[in-house]
């Protein structure tokens, strides 16, 4: 959940942007590392400085479930970052102050560093809730002084400081047995991740069904089935109420009267944006930092992007947002480009958790005033599967995906596309036409369009994967370093490894070029 800040009338952005010599990056998380990417590689004259306050060069964060997991180490979530003349990265430096009128910033440490240009990435920080034992009596819980056995779930501190409790939390030997309070998408990363780890793990989450921004009870209760077989046990619509950790177990109190004892616990109640620094710099504020369509805040010569910034009333939180935000930025301050526009498109969410496939996006309760809303469902609770779909006006409106459902991938592709569903609804429920074979993507790249996007979080189109190609791209390798897909989530692996595949046997026949 983010927090409302409390903030001056919001001013409309300034009319001008001009292109910038000096571009100070304040924040170096997916969106910063990002940005300067593509600023280097659009525009070789430009001071870019990337000032980010973790202690670490630029990581994938939606990756750490699979660090947690074991299914990773940190040298695989590392992201590729900009290097070369004029880009200045330093990381552990952190920005406590912008003066705007003498385009300054100040670190930490008491160094100004000026700027033609500052953008603001600087995303978002984790919800504590305020319960008993989490600081001493009369304080704010802070994520950085948690007890001992307690963590957060957002950085790459976080995830050492998890694991360091989970392999080496007693006298006798590794944790048995972990808490996770909050049954959101990070969440239940995180307790798929402890639990592929061999460890007990309950899930606490104070609504009566999981996910419930993206999932409605029927989807929730299969999710449900799917993680016990796991080894996740979930407690629904209870509320946490205290916390006693001591220095061999912690003990989580619960609103019904019962306390639940663990080895670990771990807080996944939300995110808030990160808009400290712009609200003492006067700009304008509401949920994030407000910015048009070409990412300007209310001064001309600041921007922001990622999770810490507002469009059109809405913080998205999600990676592919926040580098489509950082791609059309890149354009205005590096080529001038006017015309570069931010266009949002509806998110689809994915659970990166391993034994679990769910795809989710839209508003499952979407009711189109007045609207006749078709809702077509299927449900298989002993193989994990639930499928439903939302279709107004021939259109899918909402779907959610959950468990082994081969038409994800065309789901997915007509909810990007708005294009109209096929007339037998059946089809995208249970493959092709009812009782056949179903063809999935990854199998069939032949019959998906080009302009069909294969990458959510990078918006990478089959076309782009078939340009590469002809550009000389041979392996899954070469084609992501020359498009990016797969480097968000991962989930898209499979299709562009089935696309490659079909390139490299159908190349000899002329197919592919």
Known sequence: MNETAQCATVQRPAAGLPVAGRVVIVGYGMAGCRLATELRARNGDLKITALGAEP?????????????????????????????????VRPGVEVVAIDRTARTVTTARGDLIEYDHLVLATGSRPVVPPLAGLAPPGETPDPARLPDRVATFRTLDDCRRILATALNATPRGPARTALVLGGGLLGLEAARGLAARGLDVQVVHPVGHLMERQLDPGASAVLVRTLAKLG???????????????????????????????????????????????????????????????????????SAIGDCAQYDGVVSGLVAPAWEQARVLAEVLANGDRAARYRPTPPVTRLKAAGIDLAAMGDPTVRAGGTDVEELSFTDPARGTYAKLLIVDERLAAAIMLGDNPTVGTVIQLFDRGAPVPA????????????????????????????AIVCQCNTVRKGALVASWRAGARTVQEVVG??????????????????VQWLAATDSEGVAR
């Open 56 to 88: 670490h060069r630029a990581y994938n964060r939606i990756m750490l479930s699979n660090l947690l997991a074991g299914k990773a180490d940190e040298s695989q979530v590392e992201l590729t970052e900009a290097t070369g003349r004029g880009v200045d």
């Open 232 to 302: 996740v046990t979930v407690h629904l619509g209870v509320a946490a109420t205290g916390v006693d950790a001591t220095d061999d177990r912690v003990d989580l109190h619960l609103d019904d009267g019962r306390t639940l004892r663990a080895d670990l616990l771990v807080l996944a109640c939300g995110v808030r944006p990160d808009t400290r620094l712009a609200q003492a710099a006067g700009l304008a504020v509401e949920r994030g930092v407000v910015v048009d369509e070409r990412m300007r805040t209310s001064d001309p010569h600041i």
């Open 424 to 451: 037998d609804r059946r089809s995208l429920l249970l493959g092709r036409a009812y009782g056949e074979q179903p063809v999935t993507t990854a199998e069939s790249p032949a019959l998906m369009p080009d302009a």
């Open 482 to 499: 020359a498009t990016r897909a797969t480097t968000g989530c991962g989930t898209c692996r499979d299709a562009v490894e089935g696309i």
